[in-house]
């Protein structure tokens, strides 16, 4: 059973409730090349983004809202460090929610600022506590950035931000190691009702990346607990979308549509090019967004009984390929056409 949140907006987008879980990536060109930034943003929402967030390292950087915002249709989120003026500018340039610890702010007059002007434009706040940013105090008390230092980090700074009553909040208590990060989300959700941000920090390259975020956010998820994913990955970020979209896809929790893809993993029986096969079938239909599972199996003596509930499939034979709709043979293809026919009978469905 999904865990009980807090609906909060972002921009157009709800999250929390029983609202679809939101994929995020963030922008990772340098926060002065405008042109650059929006190319990439267009290239985000291309791959399925919900909502993207931009680095706001300077006053520069704050044109960045405007000019994406011109021209993508996106939720905008503005990553801020320690500058409570910045957050309070990229509020009034427009911004959709903006990340920053209120523990870094400094004192009481400049945390109040900041959650008026949010409060005002109804702009969510959310606190991202990481192994590298639990505050001092809580370092001494724990030894070190322990799964509990985190959960009392976020919160502390939860608190610091409903002393003004102002709770549009959302929280992320991310770590580069999956066991800590899916053990502070699981504390966390059981004491609050925030909308939760989920992600493994620093996870790494795509090769260790996909798999430490869909492990930790996979099993979070599968315990109710998550409203928005990010997946980092030192790589293009549409790569972290279209993994953020797979994890939702392989425990069916994405709500766009989209085709289910199943394969078998080839054996001595195979005795057509399988591997490329189904390479090529699945980049044909990767932005298909009809609800079909479609199958591409090695053998006729496993191939279609094991994938009879697929709408549709291929089987390799001798040299040939036999494609089937479930469970039915409907036409042998010779293999090198196979995709092509698999693909418009798929447009015909
Ligand atoms: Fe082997 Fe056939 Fe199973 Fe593929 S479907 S793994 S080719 S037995």
Known sequence: ?????????????????????AVQSMINIPSFDIQKSIEQA??????????????????????????????????LVADIHFDYKLAIEAANAGIDKIRIN????????????????????????RI????????????????SATSQAMVESAIY?????????????????????V?????????????????????????????????????????LLLDGIGDTIRVSLTDDPCKEVKTGINIL??????????????????CGRTRINLIKIAKEAEAALENCKKNLKVAIMGCVVNGPGEAKDADIGITGADGVGILFKKGKVIKKVPEENLVQE???EVENM
């Open 1 to 21: 059973m999904r865990r009980i949140s807090k609906e909060v907006k972002i921009g157009k987008i709800k999250i929390g409730g029983d609202n679809p879980i």
């Open 42 to 75: 267009v290239k985000l929402k291309e791959a399925g983004c919900d909502i993207i967030r931009i680095a706001v390292p300077d006053k520069e950087a704050l044109k960045l809202i405007d000019a994406i915002k011109s021209n993508v249709d996106i939720p």
């Open 102 to 125: 209120p523990g870094n702010i400094g004192s009481e007059e400049r945390i109040k600022k900041v959650a008026k002007v949010c409060q005002e434009k109804n702009i969510p706040i």
């Open 128 to 143: 991202g506590v990481n192994s590298g940013s639990v505050e001092r105090h809580l370092l001494e008390k724990y030894g």
């Open 157 to 177: 700074n939860a608190k610091l931000l409903q002393k003004f009553d102002f709770d549009n909040i959302v929280i992320s208590i991310k770590s580069s190691s």
């Open 179 to 219: 066991l800590k990060t899916v053990e502070s989300y699981k504390m966390l959700a059981n004491m609050c009702d925030y909308p939760l941000h989920l992600g493994i920090t620093e996870a790494g390259t795509e090769n260790m990346g996909v798999i430490k975020s869909s492990v930790g956010i996979g099993s």
């Open 249 to 266: 896809k392989s425990i069916d929790m994405y709500k766009k549509g989209g085709i289910d893809f199943v394969s078998c993993p080839t």
């Open 342 to 344: 698999l693909v418009k």
